[in-house]
């Protein structure tokens, strides 16, 4: 497990199961969002897949889950998330918010970072509106007890559906 891209892959598919299997109520896949093009030529583009879509009642939550070594990057030893993973969120949000709203549908779609947190000092925990998306950064501290980190997933999931009832 010392291998980062493994983990990487471990992470994503955790967070994945976990909404398939504790979360029903919502629609939770690891999903191709397609490029808005206007002029329909894709060649060449990268395919867009996301790591967790989460959607329900409306909304829906594209979560780029991130496992690195470092969780922030350093820009002028100013502390920053890591640019391309913004990039990455954006362009996934607004071209699945495109998609939606070109298919006549009302769909509030949102994007979040979410790194398994590091002992590094300095943890994302950010929250941004960008051209009408709210798109955040945060971290999921996997050396809590999993009553936590449980707390914190099924916190993410009422953002979608409301407070769900307790868990038995």
Do not use: C
């Amino acid at each position: 497990f010392f291998d980062e891209q493994r983990m990487s892959r471990l992470y994503e598919k955790f967070i994945l199961e976990y909404y398939r299997k504790k979360h029903p109520q919502l629609r939770a896949s690891a999903s191709f969002i397609d490029w808005a093009l206007d002029d329909g030529f894709a060649v060449g583009l990268p395919a867009m897949r996301s790591d967790i879509t989460l959607s329900a009642r409306g909304r829906v939550l594209i979560i780029d889950a991130k496992y690195y070594a470092a969780t922030m990057q350093s820009n002028f030893d100013k502390k920053t998330v890591h640019s391309g993973n913004l990039y990455q969120i954006f362009a996934y949000v607004k071209n699945k918010q495109i998609a939606f709203e070109r298919a006549g549908e009302s769909v509030e779609v949102s994007g979040m970072l979410l790194y398994a947190a590091t002992d590094e000092e300095v943890q994302p925990d950010f929250s941004y509106r960008m051209s009408g998306n709210r798109i955040s950064a945060t971290t999921l501290d996997l050396d809590r007890p999993f009553e936590e980190i449980r707390a914190q997933l099924d916190g993410i999931a009422d953002t979608l559906t409301g407070p769900s009832a307790p868990a038995s």
